[in-house]
């Protein structure tokens, strides 16, 4: 086993430009949402080297309605689809879902970047470019892991699944659709941007829309009216009080450095018209975090009962209740216990090759691994080579030696958990 | 003089038909800004057979660009005529100013409107459709008042000088132009919508935008940026405090009804993109009302001295500034002393025609009495036959009723303030 660990970590290493290859060729592909079968043709043509069995299917939007989890504000998954290879095993070993997603989120403002979104150009050994580090960097070091045990000649007991989906940064329906579809593994690791930190724990969110109202008037006479951005102030502390409230409850030792495990936040607002006017409506959207025990469903509540309060110090609100609306996307929370096999083994795969021990947190946003676990009921873990700090911004990138670590760590854990088989 | 006051009486009863159809015409003319040519024309007309000396011109520009008073979004007011028509008196009384704007605001969502807005249309004694209440139907009142006095043949003393302006509803570049002119006189009269009150005193009022500062962050690790919106919470808070501050120390016991005297207002905010992310910039915008006493620059200057004071509560406020900027409209404020001879006169003719005493107040709102009073150092009464309360809303309209009243207080105001000569 020592010389296999060498002969893989020697194979990776001779094969990085490789890689760095095909990790420009996946980022040159603007793969927004509705533009991801041009990548997703790459990594169909990967697997067919690989000599992996391949599906290829559109998610069915009928299919994926049914699921109280699916979110999404396309009409049709037309064109947009998601790929699976399976590493069939020998059998006799545990089986392991290896993820990603290759829908990137739009550059946004193309004056804040240096070069092209899509150039891949590498600089100073990192590879640069939109979906770099979130996630198609990650997306490489899984086929790296599988290709090197290929390369090798090792059988495994157990089945590898890689996955490569769509619509994770809406809400994770590619991964639903898999989920859906049957495809069901004894664990499951999704290199996300985690700066090579392990997130057992994974913070859930929703969208939520506020609408506060007033009374307008003149300005001059304000009194005469009831200001709604003076109401949205009352509803701004409020929300800060629930934040705080739930957040004491939070005890995990995992969240011991976070200053607010779950936030809510206000992430817009937009009220009254005219200066001289009396603001008759505020609107407010946001985010509110949701603890890897929680269910969605009871987080509504606890927010929406929070809001009914208000009426309790301020009359206004008993006739002038705050709307509230469930709008956009949700990711649900994932968590998988702290003594679960697959921790213990990616983490002992860490240490060989980073030769230290890894940091294990509690992950600040959510990730297609609330479906796989609290849907699919696969134990997931998350951990990435990709910079947690440039994902969605300007000039994101990816350290290249990072990701290469990860293939390797990755192969390892691939080895441990699924089990080499006798030849 | 019991004897004219009565034929006064009987005059205007007779011809309240006559104003009537003179309003609908007023109304039926829409003058929002740029288009007050046609309600002009009309108004000269009616000078004209009222045998008053005319003066139409177009404001000069580069004339009220010199005065620190001058407001204005426009360009140029071509096209848009000031109308003044003087009735000489024969020496030895006091003049009097007779002012009224013909600019209206726009009708703003038709919907809201039962009938056209600029229909005219009378229903239950009242003339209905925008303008007519601010202040065509003051107008009226001023043009009945003079005719009475003409057709009675009454020689006035001291001349009168009615003045048709516009722009009044974006801060009073028509009568600005008045007084930059030479329009001077011993007193002056604005029937703006008062509800018959009698306002000695008028509310100033500024524009002011502030822009607010935070830092962009992820809504998971909210922490990790700045909230722009609760640092508008923390802005909004000091902006309560200084309108109490500023209100408390106001004595004058014409504001002893008003709740606030001066209130400031946030008619507006605006913020933050992502409800994931955490806002990075919020801007409000609102009114500042200026007290009769006070100077619009002191004003100013306490309101941004106000705004320094934040970094002694919050450190994030030393390096990260509100900006503060004085934009669109501002209205002078204006006063004239409690015991001022015009003040006594007009309350007096109130009581005869009304039976009761007057209500007088202090204004909520400005008008071009700020500029008559403190551009021109003329005292100006604001009093008038509109409705408060629909002055710039959808179904304006004014009571016939009123307007007649208006006029007859008026008549005997002016007969009184300018004195009769010896015929």
Redesign the interface.
């Given at each position: 086993m020592r010389h296999l660990k060498e002969r893989i970590h020697e194979w990776l290493n001779e094969h990085q430009q490789e890689a760095v290859q095909l990790l420009q060729r996946f980022v040159q592909e603007a793969s927004v949402q509705g533009e991801e079968k041009y990548v997703q043709a790459i990594v169909i043509e990967k697997l067919r080297q690989l000599r992996l069995e391949i599906d290829i299917w559109e998610p069915d939007m009928k299919e994926l309605q049914k699921s109280e989890a699916f979110v999404s504000a396309r009409t049709t998954f037309r064109d947009s689809p998601n790929v699976v290879g399976v590493l069939k095993g020998k059998g006799g070993g545990r089986s392991l879902i290896l993820n990603g997603h290759v829908d990137v989120v739009p550059p946004g403002d193309l004056n804040h970047w240096k070069e092209d979104p899509y150039s891949g150009v590498v600089k100073n050994g990192n590879i640069y470019g939109r979906g770099s580090t979130d996630m198609k960097g990650g997306n490489v070091a899984l086929l790296l892991a599988i290709q090197v045990i290929q390369e090798l000649g090792i059988n495994l007991k157990g089945d590898v699944i890689f996955q490569s989906v769509i619509e994770e940064e809406s809400g994770g329906a590619g991964t639903l659709a898999c989920v859906l579809k049957g495809y069901k593994a004894d664990g499951a690791i999704i290199p996300e941007p985690t700066n090579m930190k392990i997130f057992p724990n994974q913070?859930g969110?929703m969208?939520?829309?506020m609408t506060v109202h007033g009374c307008s008037a003149?300005?001059?006479?304000?009194?005469e009216g009831v200001?709604a951005?003076?109401k949205?102030?009352t509803v701004?502390?409020q929300i800060?009080q629930l934040e705080k409230e739930r957040n004491n409850r939070i005890t995990d030792p995992l969240y011991s450095r976070i200053?607010?495990p779950v936030?809510i936040?206000?992430?817009?607002?937009?009220?009254?018209?005219?200066?001289?006017?009396?603001?008759d409506e505020?609107v407010?959207?946001?985010?509110i975090?949701v603890a890897p025990h929680e269910k969605m469903k009871s987080v509504r509540q606890e927010l929406e009962n929070w809001l009914c309060k208000l009426e309790e110090q301020d009359d206004w609100f008993k006739d002038h209740p705050v709307k509230i609306e469930w709008f956009?996307a949700h990711w649900l929370p994932g968590e998988i216990e702290l003594d679960h096999p697959l921790l213990s083994s990616l983490s002992t795969c860490f240490e060989h090759v980073v030769q230290k021990p890894p940091t294990i947190e509690a992950s600040?946003?959510?990730t297609d691994g609330g479906i796989l676990s609290q849907v699919g009921d696969i134990p997931t873990v998350v951990f990435g080579p990709g910079v947690t700090e440039v994902a969605?911004f300007p000039n994101e990138y990816i350290p290249i030696q990072k990701m290469m670590e990860a293939a390797e760590i990755i192969a390892l854990t691939v080895i441990d958990w699924c089990g080499i088989a006798e030849s």
């Open positions: 913070q969110s969208w939520f829309r003149h300005g001059g006479t304000r009194y200001s951005i003076e949205a102030v701004i502390k800060q200053p607010i936030p936040n206000i992430g817009n607002i937009k009220g009254g018209t005219w200066p001289s006017s009396v603001a505020v407010m959207e946001g985010r975090g956009g600040p946003w959510g969605h």
